[in-house]
């Protein structure tokens, strides 16, 4: 998703609490998360334009295809007590543990195909970053299920 250099006007409810900004990914990643969080009715105005939640996440998804599944394992982390921001990659998250962000959460939908080899890649790329890895697997109701792993090992 990236927004970046456009201009929102993020409203939430209670009024009053509007704010303009250039857009970014982890900007609204955060707005979107901490208003379903906290239950706050949540409207964007986008080229002078009013959107509601649903429309907005509609139009963002448009740029990221799994904005949806980001939002609700970012609301389901932070139901749980942790901090969480954008990842480095499309299909990511970091949590905060102790003063450093070094959990990198890897995001699928339930159906998707994983190539066994890209995700033993990618999980070596994360060790050798003193990266804890965590995927997240988010089913058609949005419940989330996670998996740890430090490392994955082929019998030969």
């Known amino acids: 998703m990236s ?7 993020i409203i939430t409810d209670p009024p009053g609490e509007g704010v303009k900004v250039n ?6 990643l955060e707005v979107l998360c901490e208003g379903l969080i906290k239950g706050r009715k949540i409207s964007a105005i986008w080229n002078e334009r009013k959107l509601e939640v649903g429309e907005l996440i509609e139009r963002l998804s448009i740029r990221d295809e799994k904005l949806w599944e980001k939002v609700t394992v970012c609301v389901d982390l932070r139901n749980r007590g942790r901090q969480v921001k954008s990842g480095p990659f499309n ?3 970091l949590i905060k543990s102790g003063s450093s962000f070094n959990t990198l959460i890897y995001i699928v939908s339930q159906n998707e195909e994983l ?6 890649s990618w999980a070596e790329n994360q060790r050798r970053l ?11 109701s949005g419940d989330v299920t996670y ?3 430090s490392s994955l090992h082929t019998l030969k």
């Open 3 to 9: 927004v970046e250099g456009e201009t929102l006007t």
């Open 130 to 140: 003193s990266l804890e890895t965590v995927l997240a697997v988010v089913d058609r």
């Open 23 to 28: 857009a970014t990914d982890s900007f609204l």
């Open 115 to 120: 190539k066994l080899g890209e995700l033993m």
């Open 147 to 149: 998996y740890s792993f």
């Open 91 to 93: 299909n990511s998250l």
